[in-house]
């Protein structure tokens, strides 16, 4: 690994409050990420048309599209370079409703309030050389 290895995030809420506590703990956590913040699926789209990102970490509730859609929007542009790992967040389903939503798509589920620490246990499994758990 040399000193450019770096792991670009792009994190798509419409509250501040989130973007801005992943922002701060991922960077806690290793040197070697790089953090994004959009507040709606167009701030998103755009940041994505300018800079590739390996990550996803998006909002199911936005305003204008929803999550699910900006993901599908940037799954079917040929022109954007699709991230590695893609992840759902949503605070607005019981644990059963997780469960069956977590079953039927393709991208990783995140429950809020987020488990920080899980998160990153995952984003590790895929990209080891970031380093370890905080």
Sequence with gaps: MNDFYKIKILVVDDEPEITSMLKKY???CSKKVVVYTAA??????L??????VDILICDLVLPGKS?????NMIYSDRFIKKPDQ???????LDADGFESTSKRIKHKLIQKPIDLDALWATILK???KLGKMP
Excluded: A, H, W
């Design 40 to 45: 709606d699926s167009k701030q998103g789209f």
């Design 26 to 28: 991922f960077s806690l």
């Design 126 to 128: 895929m990209y080891p």
């Design 47 to 52: 940041k994505l048309q300018n800079d590739p």
């Design 86 to 92: 893609t992840f759902l967040m949503t605070g607005r």
């Design 67 to 71: 999550g699910l859609e900006f993901i």
